[in-house]
C-alpha cells in the first residue's frame, strides 16, 4: 500500500489542508484524538527544540509507538546515506519518518527513492519546504478567528533562506488569502522562481505594516548565510527590521505578531513585542501539537 505523504503545501488537497487546520483547532478545544497503533520515527539531522519535542507529544498523545533518531549520533556518522537510514528503520517496523534535514529538497528526492509503504513528513529542509509550520501558523489564525480572506499578511525578515516563509506563502495562497506583502533587507529577498513572485516587496518594514492584521518575523538564519550574503550586523538589522512597540502601532490595532521560533530578541524584534499581548509566539507552540497530531490522523487513518 502506497504510504501517505507531506514533503510541501502542495502536496495535499485543499479538502486535506482544510481539514488538518479545522481538526487542530477542534483538538485544542478538547476533542477526543484518533487513537493511533503505528510506529513513527522523528529523524533529525539539525538542532530542533519546538519541531522534534512538539511531533513527539503529538505522537505520544495520539498513542502513537514513537522512535527518536538523533542524526548526528546515527549510522549516517558512518557513512550510511538518509536513503538507507530510513530504510533500516522502515524494515524495523517504522510506518512512517518525519524528518528534518539541512539539504535543500532532500524529502523530493527521497520520496522518489524510498519504498512505497514508508510513510514521510518534511519537518523542514535545509531552504526548501516547512509543510507542517505553515499548518500550525494557520490554525493558531484561524483558532483567533482571523479571517484569512481578508487578512493582510506581512512577513519580515529573512525570506531568502526561509522554509517557513516559501511554506506560509504557499499555503496563505491556496486559502485565499487578502493580501501577502515582503519586508526584508534586499541582500536577503528571496531568489526569483523561490515560489515569492508577484508578491508586493516593501523597503522598510514601517510602510508593510500598515493596515497589516498579521505579521510573521523570520529569525537571521545566520547559520545559512554565506560570504555572499555580506556581514549582517545585527544591531542594525534591529533598527531597520526589528519589531518595536512603536513599529507595531503602525499596524492595525489588533494585528497578530507571529514567530516560528526560535526567535532573537533584540534582534527581529523586541522583548517588549514578543511578551506583549498581540504575539501568538506561544500559542503557536501550543498549537504545534495539535496540528501535528491532526497530521499524523490525516496520514494514518
Ligand atoms: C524554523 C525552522 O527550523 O525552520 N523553526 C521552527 O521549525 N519552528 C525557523 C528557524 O529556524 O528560524
Given at each position: 500500500m502506497k504510504a501517505m505523504r507531506l514533503i510541501d503545501i502542495d502536496g495535499p488537497s485543499l479538502d486535506v489542508i482544510e481539514t488538518i487546520v479545522e481538526r487542530a483547532v477542534a483538538l485544542s478545544k478538547g476533542s477526543e484524538p484518533l487513537a493511533q497503533t503505528h510506529t513513527i520515527a522523528n529523524v533529525f539531522f539539525e538542532p530542533s527544540t519546538r519541531t522534534r519535542v512538539s511531533f513527539e507529544m503529538a505522537a505520544t498523545r495520539l498513542g502513537l509507538r514513537v522512535i527518536n533518531l538523533d542524526g548526528e549520533r546515527s549510522s549516517m556518522t558512518k557513512g550510511e546515506s538518509v536513503l538507507d537510514t530510513l530504510a533500516t528503520l522502515h524494515a524495523m517496523g517504522v510506518e512512517l519518518a518525519v524528518l528534518r534535514h539541512g539539504h535543500t529538497g532532500i524529502c523530493h528526492e527521497l520520496s522518489e527513492q524510498l519504498p512505497p509503504s514508508l510513510g514521510l513528513i518534511n519537518a523542514g529542509d535545509g531552504c526548501g519546504h516547512h509543510p507542517t509550520q505553515a499548518l500550525l501558523d494557520a490554525a493558531t489564525l484561524t483558532a483567533k478567528g482571523v479571517r484569512?480572506?481578508?487578512?493582510?499578511?506581512?512577513?519580515?525578515?529573512?525570506?531568502?533562506?526561509?522554509?517557513?516563509?516559501?511554506?506560509?506563502?504557499?499555503?496563505?495562497?491556496?486559502?485565499?488569502?487578502?493580501?501577502?506583502?515582503?519586508?526584508?533587507?534586499?541582500?536577503?529577498?528571496?531568489?526569483?522562481?523561490?515560489?515569492?513572485?508577484?508578491?508586493?516587496?516593501?523597503?522598510?518594514?514601517?510602510?508593510?505594516?500598515?493596515?497589516?492584521?498579521?505579521?510573521?518575523?523570520?529569525?537571521?538564519?545566520?547559520?545559512?548565510?554565506?560570504?555572499s550574503d555580506g556581514g549582517l550586523d545585527l544591531a542594525d538589522y534591529h533598527l531597520h527590521w526589528g519589531l518595536t512597540t512603536e513599529r507595531l502601532a503602525k499596524a492595525k490595532p489588533e494585528c497578530w505578531v507571529m514567530h516560528p521560533g526560535p526567535m532573537n530578541r533584540g534582534v527581529e524584534l523586541s522583548a517588549q513585542v514578543a511578551d506583549g499581548p498581540q504575539s501568538l509566539i506561544l500559542d503557536q507552540v501550543r498549537m504545534s501539537v495539535f496540528t501535528r497530531m491532526a497530521i499524523f490522523e490525516a496520514l494514518l487513518s
Amino acid at each position: 500500500m502506497k504510504a501517505m505523504r507531506l514533503i510541501d503545501i502542495d502536496g495535499p488537497s485543499l479538502d486535506v489542508i482544510e481539514t488538518i487546520v479545522e481538526r487542530a483547532v477542534a483538538l485544542s478545544k478538547g476533542s477526543e484524538p484518533l487513537a493511533q497503533t503505528h510506529t513513527i520515527a522523528n529523524v533529525f539531522f539539525e538542532p530542533s527544540t519546538r519541531t522534534r519535542v512538539s511531533f513527539e507529544m503529538a505522537a505520544t498523545r495520539l498513542g502513537l509507538r514513537v522512535i527518536n533518531l538523533d542524526g548526528e549520533r546515527s549510522s549516517m556518522t558512518k557513512g550510511e546515506s538518509v536513503l538507507d537510514t530510513l530504510a533500516t528503520l522502515h524494515a524495523m517496523g517504522v510506518e512512517l519518518a518525519v524528518l528534518r534535514h539541512g539539504h535543500t529538497g532532500i524529502c523530493h528526492e527521497l520520496s522518489e527513492q524510498l519504498p512505497p509503504s514508508l510513510g514521510l513528513i518534511n519537518a523542514g529542509d535545509g531552504c526548501g519546504h516547512h509543510p507542517t509550520q505553515a499548518l500550525l501558523d494557520a490554525a493558531t489564525l484561524t483558532a483567533k478567528g482571523v479571517r484569512l480572506s481578508e487578512a493582510k499578511v506581512v512577513i519580515c525578515g529573512d525570506l531568502r533562506h526561509s522554509r517557513v516563509a516559501r511554506s506560509n506563502v504557499a499555503l496563505l495562497k491556496r486559502l485565499g488569502v487578502g493580501e501577502i506583502g515582503l519586508a526584508g533587507p534586499e541582500a536577503l529577498m528571496p531568489a526569483p522562481g523561490s515560489g515569492f513572485d508577484g508578491l508586493r516587496h516593501y523597503d522598510n518594514l514601517d510602510a508593510a505594516l500598515i493596515d497589516a492584521d498579521v505579521v510573521m518575523m523570520l529569525r537571521v538564519q545566520k547559520e545559512r548565510m554565506d560570504e555572499s550574503d555580506g556581514g549582517l550586523d545585527l544591531a542594525d538589522y534591529h533598527l531597520h527590521w526589528g519589531l518595536t512597540t512603536e513599529r507595531l502601532a503602525k499596524a492595525k490595532p489588533e494585528c497578530w505578531v507571529m514567530h516560528p521560533g526560535p526567535m532573537n530578541r533584540g534582534v527581529e524584534l523586541s522583548a517588549q513585542v514578543a511578551d506583549g499581548p498581540q504575539s501568538l509566539i506561544l500559542d503557536q507552540v501550543r498549537m504545534s501539537v495539535f496540528t501535528r497530531m491532526a497530521i499524523f490522523e490525516a496520514l494514518l487513518s
